[in-house]
């Protein structure tokens, strides 16, 4: 059974940062690219980061371009978000979501880990 | 700047009915690179359809997109209780993008 379980998230001040991490089982991680995705309270899906399955390759969406960095450990089946000059609105649930192909439709995802930033 | 525009927002409609949702695209999407996903209350959302008309594994053949180019459908025959949720479209390829979303509510 494919599993993604995001962890990380919580509450942040304006300015600060924060890492979310990603622990995936049931596939062949260092095969598929990885991805967060994040979702505003009451709102739609908003695709954050991408990074290929060996991590040689990396996009950001440009909302966070600069602040946010991915990356990942094949070794441990992991991929992290460094989130940094957090911003209020950067409050979301992030979903760790997975793909086969670098840039392509999502095939697994998470269950989402939340991140609030306010003072 | 590409834009996915879902329409309708809302789609109220009742157990048993078909269902017709638009994904339109603000530029032509190549290679027909257009999936949906399905997101319940409170959980994550779940691939539904790649490539516009494939289903993705585990999907009942209720389930049906079709179109190219710019326009695209989502089609849901004899809606049961379990569809009513919301169904987001997504471009891939050349970039990510994801449309606003229709709610499909009883």
């Known amino acids: 059974e494919v599993q993604l379980l995001e962890s990380g998230g919580g509450l942040v001040q304006p300015g600060g940062s924060l890492r979310l991490s990603c622990a995936a089982s049931?596939?062949?991680?260092?095969?598929?690219?990885m991805s967060w995705v994040r979702q505003a309270p009451g709102k739609g899906l908003e695709w954050v980061s991408i990074?290929?399955?060996?991590?040689?390759?990396?996009e950001y969406a440009d909302s966070v371009k600069g602040r946010f960095t991915i990356s990942r450990d094949n070794s441990n089946n992991t991929v992290y978000l460094q989130m940094n000059s957090l911003r209020a609105e950067d409050t979301a649930v992030y979903y760790c979501?997975?793909?086969?192909?670098?840039?392509?439709?999502?095939?697994?995802w998470g269950q989402g880990t939340r991140l609030t930033v306010s003072s | 700047e590409f834009v996915l525009t879902q329409s309708p927002d809302t789609l109220s409609l009742s157990p048993g009915e078909s269902a017709t949702l638009s994904c339109r695209a603000s530029?032509?999407?190549?290679?027909?690179?257009l999936a949906w996903y399905q997101q319940k209350a409170g959980q994550a959302p779940r691939l539904l359809i790649y490539?516009?008309?494939r289903r993705a594994t585990g999907i009942p053949d209720r389930f049906s997109g079709s179109g190219s180019r710019t326009d695209f459908t989502l089609t849901i025959s004899r809606l049961e209780t379990e569809d009513f949720a919301v169904y987001y479209c997504?471009?891939?390829?050349?970039?990510?993008?994801f449309g606003q979303g229709t709610k499909v509510d009883i």
């Open positions: 979501v997975g793909g086969f192909y670098y840039m392509y439709y999502f095939d697994y």
């Open positions: 049931g596939f062949t991680f260092n095969t598929y690219a």
């Open positions: 990074i290929s399955a060996t991590g040689h390759a990396t």
């Open positions: 530029q032509r999407i190549n290679s027909d690179y």
């Open positions: 490539g516009t008309s």
């Open positions: 997504q471009r891939y390829g050349d970039s990510l993008e």
